[in-house]
């Protein structure tokens, strides 16, 4: 890691020192904010968004009219796009304005010029490597937890979301500013139906009507990391092209309770509305922040043409169809039932 990159803020440097990260992180944006002109009009934009919301049953989406997202939403992630241009998370590719924090050992946290949540940041690993949860979730939840007291941490998977799929990188935004962070244990009642439940460890799927998840809670990483690859092996096992199976990870972290993974499911990358001509065409390409309960939308119209029916067939589109949800569920029955890990 180039030290060069590293803040030197004399406000930021006494959080670090004290293994305060969430502190440390804000005061790193506030700072960044006065020295880096792109991120000070990304907050600027940010202050003046639109927004609307749609309930559904005992949950809450939001829509947000966001035009600095107008680059993540439409990246153009195949094969060839991707060998024909720089790396934008690799070191020597940032801004000479933006500067980070040193998490864990391998990993930068940037503040993220393109803000959807009221303070957005990027961590990516110095190394340039693949976007990959399978060797990365340990990590994952680790920096959840470091940064536990103010953020929330997210994954979005290559195939799904994520706008540099050769590197791996996750995003930190404001805890509770997605409404599934509120709206989850109603969900849970409501729609989940309980695959494991000791002292240690609670598993659940859920299907809302919008979305299909499996929540992971624990208090123990160990544990924690081998429900997931338990889940990942059946996961992976649906899907015939070798590559990572389509997800999107939400993680919050609680002194008191633990971890909470919640581990959407998907089918596709974007809906067909996101290729249809003209005035029918709506840009909203969904990962762990819409499914999250705040859909992105950079284009204006697309904002105002937006509705709950639209927003159903999106989310049905995208999320993993019913029956294979229902064979993931019982396969992740067969293997808890009885079982401590």
């Known amino acids: 890691m180039n030290k060069s990159r590293l803040t030197t803020n004399e406000q930021v440097i006494p959080f670090i020192s004290e293994y305060d990260y969430a502190n440390a992180a804000k005061l790193l944006l506030q700072t960044q904010i006065n020295e880096w002109d792109k991120l000070d009009d990304g907050y600027k934009n940010l202050s003046s968004l639109k927004t609307k919301s749609f ?41 000479e304005e933006q500067k980070g924090i040193k998490l864990l050992e391998n990993y930068l946290l940037l503040c993220n010029p393109y803000p959807v949540f009221p303070e957005h940041f990027t961590i990516v690993t110095v190394n340039h490597k693949p976007q990959e949860i399978s060797s990365s979730f340990n990590d994952f939840i680790l920096l959840s937890k470091l940064l536990s007291d103010k953020y929330t941490v997210i994954y979005n998977g290559p195939q799904c979301g994520a706008s540099a799929p050769d590197h791996l990188h996750f ?111 709506i840009m909203l390409s969904p990962a762990a922040i819409d499914l ?40 992740l029955k067969k293997i808890f039932s009885g079982k401590l890990l």
């Open 55 to 95: 309930w559904f049953d005992s949950y809450k989406i939001k829509i947000q009219f966001n035009a600095g997202r107008l680059f993540s939403t439409s990246a153009k992630v195949d094969m060839d796009s991707i060998k024909n241009r720089s790396c934008f998370l690799c070191e020597i590719n940032l801004p």
């Open 171 to 281: 995003q930190a935004g404001t805890k509770y500013f997605m409404p599934i962070e509120n709206d989850f244990h109603s969900i849970k009642n409501e729609f989940g139906e309980t695959v494991l439940k000791n002292e240690k460890l609670t598993i659940t799927a859920a299907d809302d009507g919008l979305r299909r998840f499996i929540s992971l809670e624990s208090n123990d990483d160990k544990m924690l990391l081998k429900a997931f690859n338990n889940f990942y092996d059946i996961y992976s096992g649906l899907d015939s092209n070798n590559g990572e199976p389509m997800m999107n990870l939400i993680c919050n972290y609680d002194k008191e309770y633990g971890w909470r993974v919640i581990i959407f499911l998907r089918s596709k990358h974007r809906p067909s509305h996101y290729y249809l001509e003209r005035e029918n065409r």
């Open 292 to 331: 999250g309960g705040v859909c992105i939308t950079p284009v204006e119209k697309d904002f105002e043409k937006i509705n709950k029916k639209i927003i159903k067939e999106i989310f049905d589109e995208v999320s993993l169809n019913k029956n294979s949800f229902v064979h993931i569920t019982s396969a």
